[in-house]
């Protein structure tokens, strides 16, 4: 499912993951070959029913995203009162290689992506944030139908 179907059935989580995550430094997390977690910073892209994320073609998160697709990725928090909230998405991601997607996110993008860059679609299978109101974690959550 695409960032769009988050959009269509949890407008208001698909709202606060965007304000949180797009163009902003979040963490994504993918699995090794060894299966162990392996935990990286990026800058994700949201815009027209899409969550991409561009990335050096050495890198290790694309490789493991390559091999295994499943990840998670966390909003960081702004300080350690988590007054911003936190946001968080998992599913699997993939290679793009569509030139029309490519040009979206270039577009989309807050920084302009080196031509070597590869990109990545993130599908997803759940969200979930917190927000905290009058000292009391306030949480949604929301996963794909199967």
Not at 63 to 87: C, K, M, P, T, W
Not at 102 to 130: G, H, M, Q, W
């Amino acid at each position: 499912m695409s960032w769009q179907t988050l959009e269509d059935q949890q407008p208001e989580l698909a709202a606060f993951g965007a304000e949180r995550l797009n163009g902003k430094v979040a963490y994504l997390a993918t699995v090794r070959k060894s299966g162990a977690p392996r935990l990286h910073p990026m800058t994700p892209i949201i815009g027209h029913g899409h969550l991409f994320v561009f990335m050096e073609p050495t890198s290790p998160k694309g490789h493991d995203l390559q091999r295994d697709g499943r990840y998670a990725i966390h909003g960081a928090v702004s300080d350690n009162s988590g007054v911003s909230g936190e946001f968080s998405v998992t599913g699997k991601a993939r290679l793009i290689e569509s030139a029309q997607l490519r040009a979206l996110a270039v577009d989309l993008a807050s920084y302009s992506p080196a031509d070597r860059y590869v990109l990545f679609e993130f599908d997803i299978e759940s969200a979930a944030s917190t927000i905290y109101a009058d000292d009391q974690a306030v949480r949604r959550f929301w996963k794909r139908e199967t």
